[in-house]
C-alpha cells in the first residue's frame, strides 16, 4: 500500500543558528516561514526569512501504515560502486530521490530537478521525512525577505511494470527538460593508459586508430584530450590556467588537425582549480583555495575560458572536480550533509543549490553558442539535469585493476541507467585497455557499454589489441555509434553488480568474476593513484 504524500506535512522543523523551530503544517515563526503549496506538478516548499540565516528544514509525514519492500536511494554526485536496492535503514539518508518495490509495486518519492536546497529522504517504520539543505555553504544563508523555492516534492506509483521501468518513468517525471546530444556520443580518451602523460603527437597517434576502427560510420567519433594540456600541470597540481603547455604548444592546431582526421575534438577541462597570477584572494574560497562559483568575477573568468576552448574548435567540454572542488570531499564521504566546516560563499543571499544550478547553466549557455556538447564529471547530477548534455555518473574505471572497473562501472551503469535519456545521456566511463588487465576480461566490459545504448569512451594502449581484438572493438563502436536500445539490468533487485542484461529482444550474462574470487578488499574511497596497492595478493 502505497498514500501519496503530495499533501500538507505532519510537521516542519527549522534550523536557525542557535535556534530550532517546529509547527504542524505551517511555520511562522521570528521572522522565518516555511509554506507548502499544492500545484498541478507537485508539492512546493517555499522559505522566507527577514533577518535569520537559515540552515536546515525538515518536513515529516506519517503514513500510518510500514513501508514494505526493498528501497533504492540515490547518492549525492557520482556512484562510488555503493547502489543497491535493500531493506530499510532509517538512519540513511537518501539524495535527492528513492524508490520502494513490493510486488508488482513501485512507488517513487522524490524532488524535482534543480531544487533551491539540497535535498535527502529518510524512511522509517512510522513514516518518511525529507532535509532541505538551504545552507550557504556550512553557513545559513541570508534571504533577507526573498521568498525561496526550496525544492517541489513529486510522487508516484507503478504498477504492471518492472522496477527499472517504473524508475525510468519517475526520473521523467522529476525532469520535464532534459537536453540530449542531438546524436549518438561516443569514441576516445586516453586517460587510462596515459594517466596525464600525453602530448599532440600521441593524441594525433590516437585518432588515427580511432579512425581506423569507425571509418566507414556515419556518426563520427569524439576524441576527447584529456588532464595534461594545460600549462601548469604536474603530478602535484592538476590545474589551469588553461592554455596549453610545451607538449600541447597550439591546441586551436591540435583541434583542427582532429577534425581534418575525421573526428570530433573534444577536451577535458577543471575550471574551478586556476592557479592563474593575475587571480586574486577574494574570487577563492577560504577552505580549498578554488574558485568561487559565486563570485560573479570567477563567472566571468570561466566564461572567458569556455569561449576561447570553443574558439579553439573543441565541440565536447568535460568539466571535472567541481563538486571536489567546491566541498573538499567526495561524495561517498558526504553522510548526511554535502558541507561541513564553518565557511560560506562569496554571495551570502543564494544557497549552496543554487549557486552550483547556477554555475552548471553559466558553462552549459556558453558553449551553447557555438553548439559545444558539455559532459559533467564529478558533477552533481540532480542540479545539473537539463544543463548538461551527458553526465560522467561514476568514479573512475581504470586500466590498471580490472575489480575497480568492475566495482564502480558496473554499479554506475546499472544503477543510474535509470537517468539515460530522461536527466541526460549517462556515461559510466572507459574501457581502459592496458597489458595490466587481460583481454576477456575486458573483452566483457565492451560489450556491456556497446550494448548497453549509453555513450562509450575507449582508452587503448597502442599496440595492446591484435587483429581480432580490433575487429571486435570496431564492432562495439559500431554498436556505439547508434545507441539503438536502453538496456535493463534484470537482476539489480538481487545484487550491486548485475550480471543479467537485457537490450532490445536480447538477453545477455556478462561474468564479472574470475574462477579465485576478488583479489581487492578496498573501498569506495580509492582515487587512481597507486591503484596496484589496493590489490592483496
Avoid at 495 to 504: D, Q
Amino acid at each position: 500500500m502505497f498514500h501519496s504524500i503530495i499533501r500538507e506535512p505532519d510537521f516542519i522543523a527549522v534550523k536557525a543558528g542557535n535556534e530550532e523551530y517546529a509547527s504542524a503544517r505551517i511555520l511562522d515563526k521570528n521572522g522565518i516561514q516555511v509554506e507548502t503549496e499544492i500545484s498541478a506538478e507537485g508539492l512546493q516548499v517555499f522559505l522566507t526569512a527577514e533577518e535569520s540565516s537559515v540552515e536546515l528544514i525538515r518536513l515529516r509525514w506519517n503514513l500510518g501504515f510500514p513501508l514494505e519492500g526493498r528501497i533504492l536511494g540515490d547518492v549525492w554526485e557520482r556512484s562510488y560502486g555503493d547502489m543497491r536496492w535493500e531493506g530499510m535503514v532509517p538512519y540513511r539518508a537518501m539524495p535527492w530521490y528513492f524508490l520502494v518495490h513490493d510486488k508488482e509495486f513501485t512507488a517513487g518519492y522524490g524532488v524535482k530537478v534543480r531544487p533551491g536546497a539540497l535535498c535527502f529522504w529518510q524512511a522509517d517504520p512510522k513514516g518518511i521525512s525529507l532535509w532541505l539543505d538551504v545552507r550557504n555553504g556550512g553557513q545559513g544563508v541570508i534571504l533577507a525577505g526573498r521568498k525561496l523555492l526550496a525544492a517541489e516534492v513529486v510522487f508516484e506509483v507503478y504498477e504492471g511494470i518492472s522496477s527499472f521501468q517504473a524508475a525510468r518513468k519517475f526520473c521523467s517525471r522529476m525532469c520535464s527538460d532534459p537536453v540530449f546530444p542531438p546524436h549518438p556520443v561516443y569514441g576516445s580518451n586516453n586517460w587510462y593508459y596515459a594517466y596525464g602523460n600525453s602530448s599532440e603527437q600521441e593524441i594525433l597517434q590516437d585518432t588515427d586508430y580511432l579512425i581506423k576502427l569507425t571509418e566507414q560510420l556515419e556518426n563520427r567519433p569524439y576524441m576527447v584530450i584529456d588532464d595534461g594540456w594545460q600549462q601548469k600541470r604536474s603530478p602535484d597540481y592538476i590545474g589551469g590556467p588553461w592554455v596549453g603547455n610545451e607538449k600541447f604548444p597550439d591546441m586551436e592546431h591540435l583541434a583542427c588537425a582532429i577534425r581534418e582526421k575525421g573526428a570530433i575534438p573534444g577536451i577535458w577541462v577543471r575550471l574551478l582549480l586556476d592557479n592563474s597570477d593575475t587571480i586574486p584572494d577574494e574570487w577563492r574560497l577560504t577552505h580549498t583555495g578554488c574558485l568561487d562559483p559565486s563570485h560573479p568575477d570567477v563567472i566571468a573568468h570561466i566564461k572567458n575560458d569556455i569561449s576561447r576552448i570553443c574558439g579553439w574548435g573543441y565541440r565536447l567540454i568535460k568539466h571535472d572536480f567541481s563538486t571536489f572542488d567546491i566541498f573538499g570531499k567526495w561524495g561517498f564521504a558526504m553522510q548526511p550533509l554535502m558541507a561541513d566546516g564553518d565557511w560560506h560563499f562569496y554571495d551570502r543571499s543564494r544557497t549552496t543549490a543554487e549557486i552550483i544550478v547556477d554555475f552548471y547553466r553559466e558553462i552549459f549557455e556558453s558553449a551553447s553558442k557555438t553548439g559545444t556538447l558539455i559532459i559533467g564529471c564529478n558533477t552533481i547530477g540532480h542540479l545539473g539535469a537539463g544543463l548538461m548534455h551527458l553526465n560522467r555518473t561514476g568514479d573512475d574505471t581504470s586500466g590498471v585493476l580490472w575489480e575497480r572497473t568492475v566495482r564502480t562501472g558496473v554499479n554506475a551503469l546499472a544503477f543510474r541507467m535509470m537517468q539515460h535519456r530522461t536527466f541526460y545521456d549517462v556515461d559510466a566511463d572507459c574501457l581502459g585497455i592496458t597489458e595490466k588487465i587481460p583481454w576477456e576480461k575486458n573483452r566483457l566490459w565492451a560489450e556491456a557499454l556497446a550494448v548497453s545504448g549509453t555513450p562509450m569512451f575507449v582508452s587503448v594502449k597502442p599496440g595492446v589489441l591484435d587483429d581480432r581484438q580490433n575487429r571486435f572493438l570496431a564492432d562495439c563502436l559500431r554498436q556505439a555509434s547508434l545507441q539503438r536500445h536502453i538496456a535493463e539490468p534484470l537482476d539489480w533487485e538481487e545484487t550491486s553488480h548485475p550480471c543479467r542484461w537485457k537490450s532490445g529482444d536480447t538477453e545477455y550474462y556478462f561474468d564479472w568474476y574470475e574462477e579465485e574470487g576478488l583479489r581487492v578488499a578496498a573501498g569506495p574511497g580509492v582515487v587512481w593513484e597507486g591503484l596496484e596497492s589496493y590489490r592483496y595478493f
